[in-house]
């Protein structure tokens, strides 16, 4: 059996998710495969909310993702008013860990949660370099909390 992931704080990230007509199956629920799409809209959206005024070459990433776990929870349905919750739930020397809840907007249903792990890396030599001051200041900041 699944378990929602519990937040030790507050969401501050909301990102409202519309469905698609080619993202339900023959039963009327949403395809698993198009949840990891929801939580990359939520990461993006959430990234971009930090407001950080740095250059960002997006051609040269430097995040990459180490690790994903979806746990599905209940199924989401054609006609369900759905959103992505986004949270930072740690954030390390060189990786963070954001962590998602795709929710029923009005009932707050939790249908999946995602916990993330993304590593910093450094293009010039492709190994683990620290999150830059700017990003985490950015993420203290937007979150409302320290990272111990």
């Not at 450094?122 to 999150?131: D, G, K, L």
Request: glycine share 4%; aromatic share 10%; hydrophobic share 40%.
């Amino acid at each position: 059996m699944n378990h929602a992931i519990e937040a030790q704080y507050p969401f501050k990230c909301a990102t409202p998710m519309q469905l698609r007509f080619n993202d339900v199956d023959a039963l009327g629920h949403v395809n698993n495969s198009v949840y990891f799409q929801f939580f990359d809209l939520g990461k993006t959206h959430y990234f971009k909310g930090l407001n950080v005024q740095a250059d960002i070459d997006w051609r040269r990433p430097t995040v990459i993702i180490a690790n994903v776990n979806c746990s599905f929870l209940a199924p989401t349905l054609f006609n369900e008013s759905v959103e992505v919750l986004t949270q930072c739930a740690r954030l390390g020397n060189k990786s963070l860990t954001l962590l998602q809840h795709l929710v029923n907007s009005e009932t707050h249903e939790v249908k999946a949660t995602c916990a993330t792990v993304m590593v910093n890396m450094a293009p010039e030599t492709n190994q683990p370099s620290p999150i830059p001051q700017v990003w985490r200041d950015a993420i203290v900041a937007f979150e409302g909390h320290s990272f111990e």
